[in-house]
């Protein structure tokens, strides 16, 4: 079974513009996260969605969104790009059959805002 | 809220040497507890996980169990190798579907 995939892998953008990344979670998967990963922050929690709601939100500003699609695939964007939003972002995915199941995480978009 | 604390780094080991990386935990009802493991550049792989209390998660010759009159999960490994050179979370999940991780510990492995 394929794992997680997110696109890009690698991304550059200015201050000032709007990014998208796109992940597809494991055949099978109904609910998909999304983490932020920094040096000085650590793993930090975006948002969660299930069958496409949104069923739980992290402290982040809203600038960054995210939706989820009919076949599982969700997106998250982040509007007018600050430096401090330089990060790896990392998608999980899990069957979410209850509150509590592994969730199995993708490789990755690095973010460069310039 | 939920919480989880973990030995800082970095821990610099030779190899064959025990490993024991301490993961303390504070939540509200009854959490699952994951160990993850990130290598240079990539993403997070989860490396074992326990659900219940006295639960022995255990991969790849690491070993954790779920200690809850102790609130810990910690993390264990009799024999390491170059190959286990990593950073490793410690994790949680209770009722909310998000993941709470540690601050991350480095390892590195010296041949």
């Known amino acids: 079974k394929a794992g997680v995939t997110q696109t890009p892998r690698y991304l550059i953008k200015t201050r000032g513009q709007q990014v998208t990344l796109s992940c597809s979670p494991i055949s099978g998967h109904r609910s998909v996260s999304w983490y932020q990963q920094t040096p000085g922050q650590g793993l930090q929690f975006l948002f969660e969605?299930?069958?496409?709601?949104?069923?739980n939100k992290g402290n982040f500003p809203g600038r960054f969104s995210g939706r989820q699609f009919s076949n599982s695939r969700s997106e998250m964007n982040v509007s007018t790009l600050e430096l401090g939003d330089s990060a790896l972002y990392l998608c999980?995915?899990?069957?979410?059959?209850?509150?509590?199941?592994?969730?199995?995480f993708g490789p990755g978009t690095r973010l460069l805002v310039l | 809220g939920n919480s989880v604390t973990q030995m800082e780094g970095p821990v610099t080991l030779s190899e064959e040497a025990f490993l024991t990386i301490n993961c303390t935990y504070t939540?509200?009802?009854?959490?699952?507890l994951f160990w993850y493991v990130q290598y240079p550049g990539e993403g997070l792989q989860l490396l074992l996980k326990a659900t219940k209390a006295d639960d022995k998660g255990s991969n790849k010759g690491f070993e954790a169990t779920y200690r809850k009159e102790t609130t810990s999960f910690h993390l264990e490994k009799g024999s390491v190798q170059v190959s286990d050179s990593a950073v490793y979370f410690c994790?949680?999940?209770?009722?909310?579907?998000?993941?709470?991780f540690g601050a991350g510990t480095t390892v590195t492995v010296r041949a």
């Open positions: 969605y299930f069958s496409e709601t949104q069923r």
């Open positions: 939540a509200t009802g009854y959490p699952s």
């Open positions: 999980a995915s899990s069957l979410a059959e209850d509150r509590v199941e592994t969730q199995y």
């Open positions: 994790a949680l999940v209770a009722n909310d579907y998000k993941l709470s």
